[in-house]
């Protein structure tokens, strides 16, 4: 079982993550980006996930050396479409570093009960719930399907039919019985809920919070 070192409390990823969006979408210059990135790195690597961590800085690089020494040598328009598609994913990539180490980092479980602390509605409570169960079962089914094909003589069109169709039924399906599961649980039960799942907001959830805040809030300003 992987050992997580800098393991943050729920609250407090998810107020790094809104502090982090907001200054995302103010700064402009690549150096703050790349600053922004190599933060989160950080922190990716303190938690063990070194290897994801130089995957988004080689991907930033490319992304970067693509934006400026291709798109200049390519038709205006053309340049200028991809100039923008390109700076959006740069400005994702610590946001997307950032919520893959915290999903990764945090269980289902911390992560409501972190939210009814926080005195969330209970409606984005239950959809969220059922979204994060959707998607692994999704991918389940997608694999599954995958491998099942791999025994048949299918041609390329028909796999990709064939893909289509049973994940797209699998998925009505998923959501029917996902909901069904929710409402046996409770989860869209009005009243007061208990958790088995013990959270609290450690020294160390304080300093990496005001730390990076204040990272986040000197960038915003600075750039």
């Given amino acids: ?8 409390d729920p609250r407090a990823g998810i107020s790094l993550l809104f502090i982090l969006n907001f200054t995302i979408f103010n700064v402009s210059t690549v ?45 205006s328009l053309i340049a200028i479409s991809f100039a923008i598609l390109l700076t959006y994913i740069l400005k ?8 893959y180490v915290f999903v990764k980092t945090t269980s289902l479980y911390e992560l409501i009960t972190a939210l ?6 209970e409606s984005i409570i239950t959809g969220l719930s059922i979204t994060l169960r959707y998607f692994p079962a999704l991918r389940e089914d997608f694999h599954k399907t995958y491998d099942a094909m ?17 994940t797209m039924t699998r998925a009505t399906l998923n959501i029917e019985e996902l909901s069904q599961a929710a409402s046996v649980r409770g989860i869209d039960n009005p009243v007061k809920k208990f958790s088995a799942a013990e959270i609290n907001f450690k020294t160390s959830d304080a300093v990496v919070f005001i730390v990076s805040s204040v990272v986040y809030i000197f960038i915003c300003v600075r750039y």
Avoid at 43 to 60: D, E, L, Q, V, W
């Fill in 31 to 75: 150096y703050a980006l790349f600053v922004l990135l190599i933060w989160n790195c950080v922190y990716a690597m303190c938690n063990g996930y070194c290897r994801i961590a130089i995957k988004f800085i080689f991907t930033y690089w490319l992304l970067y050396l693509i934006e400026f020494l291709v798109l200049p040598k390519l038709p």
């Fill in 150 to 166: 791999k025994l048949k003589n299918m041609s390329v069109l028909e796999k990709i039919s064939g893909l289509i169709i049973t």
């Fill in 1 to 8: 079982m992987r050992e997580y070192r800098l393991k943050i």
């Fill in 92 to 99: 994702m990539l610590p946001v997307a570093l950032f919520g």
């Fill in 116 to 121: 009814r602390k926080i005195h969330f509605p």
